[in-house]
């Protein structure tokens, strides 16, 4: 990874390019306390060209922020990377810290602290967090396609018994995975979808293990909760079939996370 500063009268932009993790951890680190020694405490993160951050490089961002706050500055982050964003908004990051769409925004947050926005938008295959869902029983999933005359997400026309939904990821354990699903081009109600996630319902599901560098990973899972709600479903699901490999990996993950969480809430003290 490399950081390329770039000045202005009362803050630093610290432009990050390539991947964060461990062994740039010190990069940072020295970088703030530079900026520290000449006097200034205000500081932007832009994390555009930052394609893959793990849990350490996170809690230095978490350290970096209160180093700043400490002596009367602020650190903002800006332009996330799509991996990024969604590594943020997992773990809590972007209530902690601001987030901005551009460096001008993170600018004028710094100096007149103002707290963005943080609307989302509903997830696509190539989202981070995407969470995509095929149910195992073909007759049911006909029933409710054919009601619904949904069509396929992923390529956007009638795809009958090999329809796939896209939901949003918002926890996964070493038990299973919980996402969101709005219900994508279905026009099926809340109810609906319901009924058709209820609970019991046997899903294969592709998923990207936030932290972790690899494509989608594979399991079968049990629908053990479901939440109607105004804008969609919650659902919970339970693994039944995962690789040894991918269950380490979240195994991981959860490690991770409990990390995470216990730096946030020491930043919130």
Not at 127 to 152: C, G, T, W, Y
Not at 220 to 229: A, C, G, I, Q, T
Request: with cysteine.
């Amino acid at each position: 990874m490399h950081i390329t500063v770039e000045p202005g009268e009362q803050h630093v932009i610290l432009h990050l390019r390539g991947e964060f993790d461990t062994y740039y951890v010190h990069l940072l680190e020295e970088e703030i306390a530079a900026i520290q020694r000449s006097g200034i405490h205000h500081a932007v993160l832009n994390l555009r060209l930052v394609k893959f951050i793990n849990s350490t490089a996170l809690g230095a961002i978490i350290k970096a922020s209160k180093a700043l706050t400490k002596e009367g500055g602020a650190l903002v982050i800006s332009r996330p990377s799509a991996f990024c964003k969604d590594i943020l908004e997992k773990v809590g990051l972007d209530r902690v810290i601001s987030v901005a769409e551009s460096d001008e925004e993170a600018v004028t947050m710094l100096l007149e602290k103002i707290v963005p926005d943080t609307t989302r938008e509903a997830p696509e295959e190539s989202d981070p967090s995407s969470v995509i869902f095929r149910m195992v029983d073909a007759d049911r999933l006909r029933h409710f396609v054919e009601q619904a005359k949904a069509r396929n997400p992923l390529h956007g026309h009638a795809f009958g018994e090999n329809w796939a939904g896209i939901g949003r990821m918002s926890g996964l354990d070493e038990e299973g995975l919980r996402f969101t699903w709005s219900g994508g081009q279905t026009e099926l109600t809340p109810f609906d979808m319901g009924q058709m996630l209820a609970v019991g319902t046997e899903l294969m599901i592709k998923f990207r293990l936030p932290l972790l560098q690899r494509g989608y990973c594979e399991a079968k899972v049990d629908v053990s909760f479901l939440e109607e709600r105004s804008d969609g479903v919650k659902v919970g699901c339970m693994f039944v079939e995962i690789d040894e490999e991918t269950r380490t990996a979240v195994r991981q993950y959860a490690k991770d996370m409990e990390f995470l969480k216990e730096e946030l809430r020491k930043a919130t003290e």
